[in-house]
T-cell receptor
């Protein structure tokens, strides 16, 4: 069964550094999402992406964040200048028709 | 802004028991979702509901749109059902608002 994959599984970075989290969605899916979960807290929606553009984003998704689908297969989340509070598990998801989608295994981002 | 509340926050039961997890939300929605988060952190979508009831194996999800309430039931619970169960509602076409989750532990 096809799966969403994410790399790396764990990323450690220093405050102020840029990070790029990578996702490979399921190939025939059209909707792509990023969510995050700070340790011990609830899952939060960051952004949805459809037809090569952002379709919705949350208040969390400020100018420090950007998403891209650079080559038709990868879907990336970039954080320009990381802060300590960006430490979280970041989940990518994809779906054919909307909804929550199929989730990837997550990337744990630790900002020191 | 939609608020999503789940109850209980934690639930411990014996194998075989019938389990009910509740979700309430404050603003009308187009769809409600139930997800399962495994102890290792992975998340699986269980149901998407806009009305009525859905069943998959031992899992049943219901929604009452007028009362802004949904329930997730597990029949004949098993230790492998131990996980965090999360309710989420659509706010906008794609944006989701998540509940805080219900941690379920089934003891053998």
């Amino acid at each position: 069964e096809p799966e969403v994959t994410q790399t790396p599984s764990h990323q450690v970075t220093q405050m102020g550094q840029e990070v790029i989290l990578r996702c490979v969605p399921i190939s025939n899916h059209l909707y792509f999402y990023w969510y995050r979960q700070i340790l011990g807290q609830k899952v939060e929606f960051l952004v949805s992406f459809y037809n090569n553009e952002i379709s919705e984003k949350s208040e969390i998704f400020d100018d420090q964040f950007s998403v891209e689908r650079p080559d038709g297969s990868n879907f990336t989340l970039k954080i320009r200048s990381t802060k300590l509070e960006d430490s979280a598990m970041y989940f990518c998801a994809s779906s054919e028709e909307g909804g929550t989608g199929n989730f990837g295994p997550g990337t744990r981002l630790t900002v020191t | 802004k939609n608020e999503v509340e789940q109850s209980p926050q934690n639930l411990t039961a014996q194998e075989g028991e019938f389990i009910t997890i509740n979700c309430s939300y404050s603003v009308g929605i187009s769809a409600l979702h139930w997800l399962q988060q495994h102890p290792g952190g992975g998340i699986v979508s269980l149901f998407m509901l806009s009305s009525g009831k859905k069943k998959h194996g031992r899992l049943i999800a219901t929604i009452n749109i007028q009362e802004k309430h949904s329930s997730l039931h597990i029949t004949a619970s098993h230790p492998r059902d131990s996980a965090v169960y999360i309710c989420a509602v659509n706010q906008g076409a794609q944006k989701l608002v998540f509940g805080q989750g219900t941690r379920l532990t089934i003891n053998p």
